[in-house]
């Protein structure tokens, strides 16, 4: 067969690499136009596109979907086009068939931040579903779906990983049941559609004296490691990578040293800041960083 491969975030960077390991070589990568990075915000393009033309396959990077983008994907001549994590809208009807490695257990979470949002509601389960694509976001029908159990110390970065070696998988599985042609796609259910939105700068702020203890710790929990979540200490932001439920409990929004460690009080209680970066800063212990603050958050 011959694929093409849309993506552009770190979810398609990993499910690349396990198809490369799979032995399966995209013969096109369709991925974002180069972005301005760095100290220099020079334009550069993504590590997809540099691994994609290192393995010998032609890289498009369109901006909008025209008619010139359109006769290079033709060209390509492709079976199917794998896509994950592209980001962006595809013209469905004008493109080969299309398979979607979505990290939800679809139909629940459809949409841009599927793994934040189970973080964010304490889901116990996540998974990730194969689906051909179809012009409605996530509704496709499923070829193959399977659940993991999220564990306690999951966040954002950690579930993203895991969710992509089990989608890598399921994806080779799922592309040589179609080569052989004995896939079968199953419609969802269209009970259970909850909608994953993207996360907006507000939700990045913290409120703990609005906040319960589970509510915090799953937020920040979503947040990590990026963009994280954040709280203002003397003034300046401070990043909550990795908190843990206390047995102590200041008053709700105020920071407290107890024995070795540093705890935020919340709406009910109080939580452990383990982890924690300054803006500007480099991350550390949250004990190593009150030593050299003394102050109240809010």
């Known amino acids: ?60 990077a369109p901006v909008a979907w025209d008619e010139a983008s359109l006769q290079a994907v033709s060209r390509a001549a492709l079976d199917c086009l794998v896509v994950a994590d592209y980001g962006r809208r595809l013209p469905v009807s004008a493109l080969p068939l299309a398979i979607n490695v979505h990290p939800s257990l679809l139909p629940r979470w459809r949409g841009a931040a599927p793994i934040q949002r189970a973080l964010w509601h304490g889901d116990r389960y996540t998974g990730v579903s194969v689906m051909r694509v179809a012009e409605a976001i996530d509704a496709g029908p499923l070829y193959a779906q399977e659940a993991i159990l999220i564990a306690p110390d999951d966040n954002a970065g950690t579930l993203s990983q895991r969710l992509a070696l089990l989608g890598g998988r399921l994806l080779a599985e799922v592309l040589s049941d179609l080569e052989a042609g004995r896939a ?46 954040k709280l203002t200490v003397n003034g300046r932001a ?23 460690d540093l705890v935020l009080g919340t709406r009910d209680g109080g939580v452990r800041l383990i982890r924690v970066r300054p803006a500007g800063g480099r991350e550390m212990a949250g004990a190593d960083f009150w030593r050299g603050v003394r102050g109240g958050a809010r």
């Open 1 to 60: 067969m011959r694929i093409g491969f849309a993506g552009s975030g770190h979810f398609a960077e990993e499910i690349w690499q396990e198809l490369a390991q799979a032995g399966i070589h995209p013969v096109l990568l369709v991925t974002a136009p180069p972005a301005a990075r760095g100290r220099g915000h020079q334009e550069r393009p993504l590590p997809l596109a540099g691994w994609a033309e290192a393995a010998g396959a032609n890289v498009l």
């Open 184 to 229: 079968q796609a199953l419609a969802q259910d269209s009970r259970g559609v909850r909608w994953a939105r993207r996360l907006t700068g507000e939700e990045e702020w913290l409120r703990p004296g609005d906040l319960s203890t589970s509510s915090l710790v799953r937020r920040v929990r979503a947040l990590s490691p990026a963009p994280g979540a």
């Open 238 to 260: 401070l990043k909550l990578l990795v908190v843990e439920a206390a047995s102590v409990r200041p008053p709700a929004g105020e920071l407290w040293a107890s024995g070795p």
